[in-house]
């Protein structure tokens, strides 16, 4: 087998980069969770961050065009950074005080619980983190009945009479009755965790972790198609699926060990997963040092090219479908563990839910998509674009309604072994591809940057608001019947453009790797920039 050795550090970079982040990224929402973070929190979190990428994302794409030698420097600051912050989210201060994992309780009697005294009710100094909440009791016989319960200091809920107590007499029940019931309680009031250190602490890091983890991957694919070169768009699916893999592994070994190092199945420990990230992060870094990114030829206004670029209408609606494709990705990224947790507790699998959790990062990046990723050039060559864009959003679609319907989290592993490669491995270089394939020169990051921004920017920041306001209102299985649907209207949407309209404007390729934005009789005055700067690039 004959090496590339001029492409082996960009496949280096992508298989250390994503293994860096595959211990903390796909754990994020969760781990936001076990702090006590609500649906609608994290989904307001969540919308809000991709609007920083949204603008993040042209700045820094700006900024790479413009100071062309300086680039690699500014990629491996940015990296470093990006490191740095998420793996500070580890020695955040711990919440002081009780907090739900979950709110849903089986098989608690009576005699679990306490009567309160007033100094557990009003402790002075030692247990000054206790908190009262309401909870409904459905017991045997038909019984139901609310109560008011105040838990100690402790880091998660316990029914026990070390940490909890009835603040008043329950239908004069005797405290020593065996009789079992089901709880459900209300979740604390989340007043002292978003005033905490602790939860802003979170939200800042947060933040600086993920926008510079978008940024620098948009700069990769940048540097990756200039180290292709003009026409190696189909190349790139090559040197990506190494990020696929560094990804997958480093995943799946995080959720084994986070299973194995913590002695709570319910309160986890994620040191083995910063470890990992710390190891990847240095091996990384020396990666990029060996990067040798080619001269590429400025162009006289990088603001007016894009510009003129985006005003054409195949582009503005391609960017438009780039959105709804981050609105979908989305809910996978931000809430499919969320939804899978819930459902682990309710199929009582939640002592493996992060074993479950890894063998799905893994099924993911080691399946469908180290395929479709490897072999996506020689299907945008066969396909095209327009039927390319129409089989991803029906196969999101399939995906998202097969999720919907599995009875518990392990049979997620094998929809997503299936179903992650013909949706995010073949959209996302569908995507990345276009934009490479339009940019005018010394416009590559540019354009990326935009094109990124209104996928995983705008389209992730409309995606998240509406997934946790949709969880929080009507529950997980009716938010995938949504977005499946939403999949679905958007597939055909976009076959019926095709077909009628985009077929005859947005580039195609052939095996000569020529780009044609418009037939001739197509192109207005005010595109005839655009039109010759990137026939001259691929012709």
């Known amino acids: 087998m004959k090496i590339n050795y001029k492409?082996?550090?960009?496949?280096?970079?992508?298989?250390?980069?994503?293994?860096?982040?595959?211990?903390?990224?796909?754990?994020?929402?969760?781990?936001?969770?076990?702090?006590?973070?609500?649906?609608?929190?994290?989904?307001?979190?969540?919308?809000?961050?991709?609007?920083?990428?949204?603008?993040?994302?042209?700045?820094?794409?700006?900024?790479?065009?413009?100071?062309?030698?300086?680039?690699?420097?500014?990629?491996?600051?940015?990296?470093?950074?990006?490191?740095a912050s998420f793996i500070l989210l580890y020695v955040l201060p711990p919440l002081s005080g009780p907090h739900f994992l979950k709110t849903q309780f089986e098989n608690i009697s009576f005699a679990q619980i306490d009567f309160c005294d007033s100094m557990k009710i009003y402790p002075t100094q030692n247990c000054n983190d206790g908190k009262e909440t309401n909870c409904n009791w459905s017991c045997e016989e038909e019984l139901n009945f609310t109560s008011r319960i105040f838990f100690h200091s402790s880091n998660t809920v316990n029914f026990s009479r070390n940490s909890s107590c009835f603040v008043s007499s329950v239908y004069n029940l005797s405290k020593n009755s065996d009789m079992l019931c089901n709880i459900d309680c209300e979740n604390f009031s989340s007043d002292y965790l978003y005033t905490s250190s602790t939860f802003w602490g979170f939200v800042l890091l947060l933040s600086i972790g993920n926008i510079g983890f978008n940024v620098a991957n948009s700069i990769s694919d940048s540097i990756c198609f200039d180290i292709l070169g003009n026409g190696g768009e189909m190349g790139y699916g090559r040197q990506r699926v190494w990020g696929t893999f560094g990804f997958g592994i480093t995943a799946f070994l995080a959720g084994y060990l986070i299973d194995?190092?913590?002695?709570?199945?319910?309160?986890?420990?994620?040191?083995?997963?910063?470890?990992?990230?710390?190891?990847?992060?240095?091996?990384?870094?020396?990666?990029?040092?060996?990067?040798?990114?080619?001269?590429?030829?400025?162009?006289?206004?990088?603001?007016?090219?894009?510009?003129?670029?985006?005003?054409?209408?195949?582009?503005?609606?391609?960017?438009?479908?780039?959105?709804?494709?981050?609105?979908?990705?989305?809910?996978?990224?931000?809430?499919?563990?969320?939804?899978?947790?819930?459902?682990?507790?309710?199929?009582?699998?939640?002592?493996?839910?992060?074993?479950?959790?890894?063998?799905?990062?893994?099924?993911?990046?080691?399946?469908?998509?180290?395929?479709?990723?490897?072999?996506?050039?020689?299907?945008?060559?066969?396909?095209?674009?327009?039927?390319?864009?129409?089989?991803?959003?029906?196969?999101?679609?399939?995906?998202?309604?097969?999720?919907?319907?599995?009875?518990?989290?392990?049979?997620?592993i094998l929809v997503e072994f299936f179903m992650q490669g013909p949706t995010y491995a073949l959209c996302y270089t569908s995507i990345v591809a276009y934009a490479s394939a339009i940019a005018p020169p010394g416009t590559s990051a540019t354009v990326q940057g935009i094109v990124a921004g209104m996928d995983d920017g705008f389209g992730f920041a409309i995606g998240s608001l509406i997934s946790g306001i949709l969880y929080k209102n009507f529950g997980g299985v009716i938010t995938l019947w949504i977005f499946t649907l939403l999949a679905a209207c958007t597939s055909v949407l976009y076959f019926i453009l095709y077909i009628t309209y985009l077929k005859h404007s947005i580039p195609e390729t052939d095996t000569k790797k020529k780009i044609t934005l418009q037939t001739p009789e197509d192109v207005t005055p005010s595109d005839n920039l655009i039109q010759e700067r990137v026939q001259t690039k691929y012709i």
């Open 260 to 412: 194995m190092w913590s002695i709570d199945n319910d309160l986890k420990s994620y040191a083995p997963a910063f470890v990992l990230m710390f190891i990847f992060c240095i091996a990384d870094l020396l990666c990029c040092v060996k990067l040798e990114l080619p001269i590429i030829s400025g162009t006289g206004s990088i603001v007016r090219d894009v510009f003129q670029l985006i005003k054409m209408k195949p582009i503005a609606i391609f960017l438009c479908f780039a959105t709804i494709a981050g609105i979908l990705d989305s809910f996978l990224i931000y809430f499919l563990f969320w939804y899978l947790e819930d459902l682990a507790a309710a199929s009582n699998q939640i002592q493996h839910i992060k074993l479950i959790e890894g063998l799905i990062v893994a099924a993911e990046t080691l399946g469908a998509e180290v395929i479709f990723f490897t072999l996506s050039g020689k299907i945008l060559k066969k396909i095209g674009y327009g039927y390319i864009f129409t089989f991803c959003f029906a196969c999101y679609a399939l995906r998202l309604g097969l999720i919907s319907l599995i009875p518990n989290p392990w049979w997620a």
């Open 7 to 83: 492409q082996l550090p960009i496949k280096a970079h992508y298989f250390c980069f994503m293994a860096a982040l595959g211990p903390i990224l796909p754990y994020m929402s969760v781990y936001g969770k076990q702090l006590g973070v609500s649906p609608v929190v994290m989904g307001s979190i969540t919308s809000v961050l991709p609007i920083l990428f949204l603008l993040a994302k042209p700045i820094f794409g700006f900024i790479v065009d413009y100071f062309q030698e300086w680039r690699k420097s500014i990629f491996i600051i940015l990296l470093a950074i990006t490191s």
